[in-house]
């Protein structure tokens, strides 16, 4: 049950820590905004539909086909800007991945068995504080989040935005610990 459910610490720091690694921090230029929206939107989505009465909390934004159709229309929007694209791109797959085996990869092309609820808040709440794979998931992505945090001295609201929209801190005076 645990599946249907979001849990988005986990989710936004993964795909982050990536970006924290060396070698693809210096090489590419990147917006760490859309990677976080990439990260969060299948949930968004999906977790909206949920709450609503009419969707699985794992449904069609749980998918390659919206992966795909979502990338190409953020790709056309930001004219072809790859420094917002991909890492929208990057943030969607990371979902994905972390949220194996119970996604509907293939949906609509393969059918899949979609769990309804009826009390999803509850059922949350529940899974939250009773599902061990979850608190240290969410503890991990925690830690994860602390870490970029300290390591990229994001101690006031500039600091923070100037992080997720840029990559270029040596340009903006940022003081980053290599």
């Known amino acids: 049950m645990r599946d249907v459910f979001i849990f988005p610490i986990f989710h936004i720091a993964i795909p982050l820590l990536l970006f924290e690694i060396p070698q693809i921090k210096k090489k590419y230029d990147f917006n760490r905004i859309s990677l976080v929206v990439g990260s969060l939107l299948a949930d968004i989505v999906d977790k909206s539909l949920l709450f609503m009465g009419i969707g699985s909390g794992r449904g069609i934004s749980h998918t390659l086909l919206f992966v795909l159709i979502s990338f190409i229309i953020v790709h056309l929007a930001v004219r072809g800007k790859k420094s917002i ?4 791109l990057i943030g969607l797959l990371f979902h994905l991945v972390l949220d194996l085996p119970e996604v509907p990869l293939f949906y609509p092309f393969i059918d899949y068995d979609f769990i309804y609820i009826d009390d999803p ?10 599902e061990p794979i979850v608190s240290i998931s969410e503890g991990i992505g925690l830690v994860i989040l602390i870490f970029i945090i300290i390591q990229n001295r994001l101690f006031n609201i500039k600091n923070i935005i100037t992080y997720l929209k840029f990559n270029q801190y040596k340009q903006l005076g940022l003081n980053q610990v290599e």
Do not use: K
Request: proline share 7%; no cysteine.
């Open 85 to 88: 694209s991909i890492p929208f």
């Open 121 to 130: 808040f509850g059922l949350w709440l529940y899974v939250l504080f009773n």
